[in-house]
């Protein structure tokens, strides 16, 4: 499947999701629909087409799209954020007054208990165990209120992923993988989790701490305070640079976790065609060099740390040292209090301390920071095929006689694929309600698409579809629904019940509507014989549905949404002979009086329609009633033979 690299190729490429009971069908390039959305496969090394901005991570979105993300996850929050960063601010004043009590026992208290006076001794052990009680109380309700906040922004940012994800449109599904989907909502959430969870607080609290102990050292000793401050210059420049150097290694590390997941994903959903084409092997060794890509990203990622955490240590002691060195002297000069110079150690050690663990919390900033930016990214995604604003939606007028059928109209309809050359040169057709339309043609002829633009899983590049003279990117995409549906050979099942199955045509059917449905289509009988009848669970072994029977159910589903309009794109392709004698039998009471365009391989589903088209290069190239094109000796009269001597 890696084999099919280009854009182009997607439909051939494109792992089915269960629609190849038999392997021989893999190969039929053209009976793998576009319905199955994760589309175009990445090569080991990531996208091949360098200039489509979808095939990267991070998709093109407005400037800063990542803070007004974070701003609309925190809006809601406001109050709980503030309450937290009070709580935090008041927890490190508490903390660090501790220095700053052992500086006073040092140069008065204990002087004073020599002189027989224990009160300020006293009072400072009650100061500095208060401290300790008090910034551990805080401390607990701030992890509360930062939990709550950050459980509420996860839920939020996942929910939304899924939300946006699926209101984008069908183009947008094809060229960014799934496998790239379930990394936005997998990884990137949990990397953004991670720092909520386990560093963000911590970060925030060296950062705080340094201004605390900055502003401390500077009262209480400012030439020594000002040369503290100084050492921070060659620590920034250590960060920076760490920084640099492990935003790159990160970029590489998270390209080559989504290549791993893609690669997964991809190998799974398509295991059908994998075993048929026995690619076990050549995936193993793509799989394993993916692997180690990730696994030697990771690696330059902890290299950099480890050179990081040694610099900055060193860095810290030399520090420390001379700045106690200088004191020392000032001390024995007279120049400072001994205890000053016991505050200054304390305080220049816990500035240090957690400064390598510092490089860890950045880290984790970082990627979260990154993950971040890619989910920004998504959610600007705007859909190309965008659902009218409510004051601008036209409503689907209501159907005039007693049949459902309705007008369509293509007028001038021009279109083209995004990564793709025109498919339908000005195309323009009428089918009047209640008409069953065949549309025949060789693959590639644009019979799907001609389906797609029907059922408005694409707009026109030009030009207008009409549906009873309403233009389809007027209607709601429940009038869409109610007016258009399609059913495809892939026939997709959701886990659940047969029933729920069926009724996500009308979700408000009744039981008996479902049943009635299915006996129409002659579905019943395979349902009742399964394990629990209608309400077997698609998914459970013994439920097992083949894939005729997931046609028949995608017939019933159909019939229940009551459509104006049914498209029928190779829908009868996985059935059998018998089976599909069976179904142009249910065609009949589906297809009554409704609009109908059917695509049909087989000529024998052609018989019952009153057009056919013949399409050829985007074009409509024969157009008549059956007889009359077999009259007409044309490309239709030529396939109609071809069929007939086949069946004698
Ligand atoms: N999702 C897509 N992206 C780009 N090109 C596509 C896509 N789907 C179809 N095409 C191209 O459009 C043309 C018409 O395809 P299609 O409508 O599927 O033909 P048919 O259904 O008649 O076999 C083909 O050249 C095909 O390669
Ligand atoms: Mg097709």
Known sequence: MTSATEQGATEQGAPQAGSADSAQKAGAAEEYGFDEPTAAPLPPDGPVTKDDPFAKDVLPAPKNAQFALLRSLLG????????????????????????????????????????????????????YMGCGIASGTLQRFFIRVAARVSQDVLVDLRGRIFRHAQTLSLDFHERYTSGRLISRSTSDVESIRELLNDGLDELIEVVLSA??????????????????????APLYVAIRVYQRRSMVAYRKRSTAIAAVI?????????????KAFRREEPNDEAFLELNHRHERANGDAILEMARYVVGSRVLANVTIAAIVMWG???????????????????????????????????????????????????LAQRPTVPEPAPERAVPLPERTGELPGRDVVFDEVRFAYRTGGEVLPRFSLRLPAGQTVAVVGATGAGKSTLAKLLARFYDPTSGRVLLDGVELSDLTRTDLRRGV????????????????????????????????????????????????????????????????QRQLVAFARALLADPGVLIL?????????????????????????????????????????????????????????PDELIADKGHFAGLHQAWRNSLV
Not at 217 to 232: N, P, R, T
Not at 504 to 532: T, Y
């Open 328 to 378: 020392a002297y000032r001390v024995a000069d007279g120049g400072m209090a001994l205890g000053v110079l016991a505050a200054f150690v304390l305080y220049l050690r816990r500035l240090y301390d957690p400064i390598d663990r510092l490089g860890m919390f950045l880290n984790s900033y970082q990627s979260a920071a990154a993950s971040l930016e890619k989910i920004a990214g998504l």
């Open 485 to 548: 549906v399609m059913v495809t050979q892939e026939a997709f099942l959701f886990s659940g019940t047969v029933a729920e199955n069926i009724s996500i045509g009308r979700p408000d059917a009744s039981r008996e509507d479902v049943e009635a449905a299915a006996k129409a289509i002659g579905a019943h009988d395979f349902i009742a014989a399964l394990p629990d009848g209608y309400d077997t669970d698609v998914r459970k072994r013994g439920g097992r549905i083949s894939a005729g």
């Open 76 to 127: 809601p929050h406001r109050a709980r954020v503030w309450l937290a960063a009070i709580l935090l601010l008041v927890q490190q004043a508490a903390v660090q007054a501790g220095p700053l009590l052992v500086a006073y026992a040092i140069d008065h208290a204990i002087p004073a208990v020599r002189d027989g006076r224990h009160g300020a001794l006293i009072a400072v052990a009650c100061g």
């Open 569 to 625: 794109d190779e829908a009868t392709s996985s059935l059998d002979v018998p089976g599909e004698k069976a179904v142009q039998h249910a065609m009949h009471t589906v297809l009554n009086g409704r609009t109908a365009v059917i695509i049909a391989h087989r000529l024998s589903t052609v018989e019952i329609a009153d057009r056919v088209l013949v399409m050829r290069d985007g074009r409509i190239v024969e157009d008549g009633t």
């Open 262 to 274: 893609v690669k997964f994903t991809e190998t799974m959903n398509g295991i059908r065609p994998v």
């Open 211 to 232: 201004f605390y102990i900055t502003a401390l050292l500077i009262f209480l000793d400012w030439e020594l305070g000002l040369a503290a401050l100084v050492s921070y």
